[in-house]
Structures are given as C-alpha cells and as structure tokens.
DNA sequence: GGCTCGCTTCGTCCCGCGGCGAAGCGTCGG
DNA sequence: CCGACGCTTCGCCGCGGGACGAAGCGAGCC
C-alpha cells in the first residue's frame, strides 16, 4: 500500500539464494566460468529437472546468461557486476569466500566434454598440436596431419592399426571452462578414448571428471604439451 | 558431502531478505535509526506476532540489535556493515534505492512515543525548552518553572487552569530515531495532549504519527521551536 | 493494587516451493 | 535412420515456514 514495490524486489532476489541448490550453483559459478547444466546439477546435488528449474529461475533473473552449444547449456554469470554482489554477501554470510574445492579444481584441469577432452588439458593439447603444426585446419574441420601422425605415434598414443585416423575429421569447439578452443569431433573421441585406454587420464565414478595419472603426465612431458 | 559449509550460509542469508515482511523490517531501519516492534509490524504489514518472529530471526542472525526501554523493545541494524551490504544488495536488486517514503518522513518529523513527543519535534521542543532556561534539571528528573511557564502560556500552550503544569514532573527520555533527549513522563504528555487538543498536531488513523497543521508550524515558530 | 499496553511465546492452519520420475525435444555419432 | 544422450517440461508429492489469535509476561500509569 504504502511502499510498494522495493520490498518485493529485495525479498525475490534474497529468494534467488535463498535455496542451497541455487546457492551451490551461484558459488560454483563464481570464477566466471561457463558449465553445462548437467555439472551443475552433480555440484548442487539435485537431479537433472530440479537444477534446470532453478538454472531457468536464475537467468530468469538476470543472474545467469545461457548459451547453447551442441546438445549442452553452458551457464555462467550474467556478468561481473553479479559476481561482485555474491563476493560482497559471502563477506557478510558472515564468512571469508570459500577456496575452491579440490574437486573443482580437478574437474577445470581435465574433463570430457560429450566424449572428447575439454578443460586445461583439451585446451593445452589443441594448443600444442596447432604449435607443431600437426593440424591442417579447415574451415569448420581439422585433419592430423604427417606431422601430427609421427608426434603422436611417438608418444605412443597411436600405433599402427590406428592410420585411418589420418582420414578422421576433427572439429574445434570453445572450451567455455577456458574459454578457448579444442578438439572434438571424432579426431577429438579418438585421441580421449586412448588417452583412457593407455591410463594416461584415469576416469571417476560417475563424474566427466578425469584423473591424470603419472604415466599421463610423462607421457603428455614428452609429447610437449605444455600446462 | 563435497563442500559442506558455505553454501547453506550463503543461502540462510538469502533466506533473511527472502521473506517481504523481513526486506521490509531491513528497508526500514536503513537510516540506522531505531524504531520498536510494533512500528516496525506496521511498517511489514503483518501482525505483532509475525513481525516478533522476523525480528528474533534477523536478531539472531546478527543483522539487528535490540535494546529494551520501558516496555518497547527498538531494533536497529546491528552495525554500518549491515547497511553496507543491504545498499549493495538494493543495487543488485536491480533498482535504485529508493527515496525514502513520505510516510515516512512524516513519521521521523514528528509522533508519539508511548504518550509524549517524539521525532525530531519532540528533541527540538525540548532543545528549545533547554535553552531557553525554561525547566529545571534535576538528577532524572525535570520540571517546568516560572520562565517556562510565561513562555508556554503566551504561546497558548497552556493556559490559567494548567498551573498544576508547575508542579509536574518531566523526564528526560532518549530518542532512539534521533538519539537525543526529549520530554517524557507527566509533562511531556501534557504537552502533547495539549497540542492535539489545541490541534497543533493531527492524529493520524492506526498510527503513531502525527501531522503538524498550518496552525502548529505557526505556534512553534512563535515559541522558538527551531526545527 | 489493578488496569492498560507493548511485546513475546505457543499452538494451529495452510500455502508455496523444492524435490523427483516420466515424457518430450533437439543434437550428435554411426 | 536409429539409438544414445543432455536438457527441459509436466505432474504430483511432501514439508518447511509464514500467517494469525490467544495467552503469558513485564513495565508504566492512576
């Protein structure tokens, strides 16, 4: 009656963190990276339905922006501004801003994205392969090269049977965890699928989430990828 | 499982704005000022009972403090900080904040408190008073004497059948939307009945508010109220 | 002492909202 | 073209919490 409207409008954004679900989300999404809404549904612990009415309540608000690559919906803060609210309320919540859980960490170093690499280790593969010029790169496609085929059979990721994937078409997507490229496609599934089957990366229960093991590590030493 | 702790903080905080009737106590305490439950139920729009539960919680969660006179209890914010964060908030919120009500200001400006003058009336009448050497100090309490009473009775304030005025006992009460001493007791509820009676100030319905009329701005001109 | 009054506590009702499973839609790989 | 998969929509259930009235408590006034 006689104020109308502000209280409304504080109490519905109060309301937006007010629910653990969505406040596990917000906090997940703090370092201003992008994650498909099915990560987010894992972090905040919901199933897949509950976290997408929420994620839909969020961006409803302005607190999220989406955006759609493949069949995935990447989410992310709206902008810097939104981060620097949630940095100012986690000073009043009344406790110091969390660091990053070891988990988090893991997933943002190395992960699959659908079924090819994605995260740090994606990014810095796609980086190095470009570098030794081993790619020949298309418009929308990307092919290994001569170059390609000896640094990686050196490395002993592929081997002998594995020529055809010369013929194998590789495709660049962003990274939107490192806002950067990397490769996926085919090429992309093969090169993961052996990095699994050598044990170089070592999957979770369940997660996309991978472990890089120590025979991993050496082996990525050698073949100069650099992260 | 994963990260145990922060984000059921940030959420119970949001929790506390997420409630109308709570934005609203929050929203109107902003000015740092203190005001009792029962104003501040008025405020929310909701009943003395509700209103003492948002009040105990947001107590409890630090956000306000509460100091007990006579049998009011005012609640404040607890500290700048919490101004602080709720002014950011407002910003997120996404609007402005807002000016303050008018309702409001008149509220500040003048009303009852428990039978007396408050606001910022009640500290100026009783500056004036102050200083015009027109009540006697005692230890805790005040009484009005024969300058005051010449002052008084030529503003119209009192008149020959008020002489027991004199023999009257005031006391000095902290304003808590001021905080600076006014009128109390006895006297200061004379004085404010007269003011009604002689239609200074108009009650306003329900509230503890009062307007001051054309004919009460020129009383208190005359007498030398500065306000 | 007895009354009024401001506030809190208690008991109760009920609505809103978060939770999930199932089904629908669009995309990708083969 | 088919199946797998990621995400959203739909429908239903259950519970937490906000609403109020009545009663209890303490302070102030006469």
């Given at each position: 009656?006689?104020?109308?409207?502000?209280?409304?409008?504080?109490?519905?954004?109060?309301?937006l963190?007010?629910?653990?679900?969505?406040?596990?989300?917000?906090?997940?999404?703090?370092?201003?990276?992008?994650?498909?809404?099915?990560?987010?549904?894992?972090?905040?612990?919901v199933?897949?339905?509950?976290?997408?009415?929420?994620?839909?309540?969020?961006?409803?608000?302005g607190?999220?922006?989406?955006?759609?690559?493949?069949?995935?919906?990447?989410?992310?803060?709206?902008?810097?501004?939104?981060?620097?609210?949630?940095?100012?309320?986690?000073l009043?919540?009344?406790?110091?801003?969390?660091?990053?859980?070891?988990?988090?960490?893991?997933?943002?170093?190395?992960?699959?994205?659908?079924?090819?690499?994605?995260?740090?280790?994606?990014?810095?593969?796609?980086?190095?392969?470009?570098?030794?010029?081993?790619?020949?790169?298309?418009?929308?496609?990307?092919?290994?090269?001569?170059?390609?085929?000896?640094?990686?059979?050196?490395?002993?990721?592929?081997?002998?049977?594995?020529?055809?994937?010369?013929?194998?078409?590789?495709?660049t997507?962003?990274d939107?965890?490192?806002?950067?490229?990397?490769?996926?496609?085919?090429?992309?599934?093969?090169?993961?699928?052996?990095?699994?089957?050598?044990?170089?990366?070592?999957?979770?229960?369940?997660?996309?989430?991978?472990?890089?093991?120590?025979?991993?590590?050496?082996?990525?030493?050698?073949?100069?990828?650099?992260?």
């Amino acid at each position: 009656m006689d104020e109308p409207v502000t209280r409304h409008q504080l109490a519905e954004f109060g309301a937006l963190l007010a629910e653990p679900a969505r406040a596990a989300i917000v906090l997940a999404l703090l370092d201003s990276r992008a994650r498909p809404a099915g990560e987010l549904a894992t972090i905040a612990g919901v199933a897949a339905a509950t976290a997408s009415a929420h994620l839909k309540r969020l961006a409803d608000a302005g607190l999220l922006s989406v955006v759609g690559q493949g069949r995935h919906r990447y989410y992310r803060l709206a902008d810097e501004d939104v981060a620097h609210w949630i940095e100012t309320l986690m000073l009043a919540a009344p406790r110091r801003i969390k660091e990053r859980s070891i988990a988090d960490r893991d997933l943002a170093a190395a992960r699959t994205c659908y079924k090819h690499l994605a995260g740090k280790l994606g990014v810095a593969l796609f980086d190095r392969l470009r570098g030794a010029h081993a790619l020949d790169l298309g418009s929308d496609a990307v092919r290994l090269n001569r170059n390609g085929e000896s640094l990686l059979r050196e490395s002993g990721l592929i081997v002998e049977g594995d020529a055809a994937v010369l013929g194998l078409d590789g495709r660049t997507c962003v990274d939107w965890t490192e806002r950067r490229f990397h490769l996926s496609g085919p090429l992309g599934t093969l090169l993961a699928r052996r990095m699994l089957d050598e044990r170089w990366l070592l999957r979770r229960n369940g997660t996309r989430a991978v472990g890089i093991s120590a025979r991993g590590h050496e082996g990525l030493r050698a073949l100069g990828v650099d992260w």
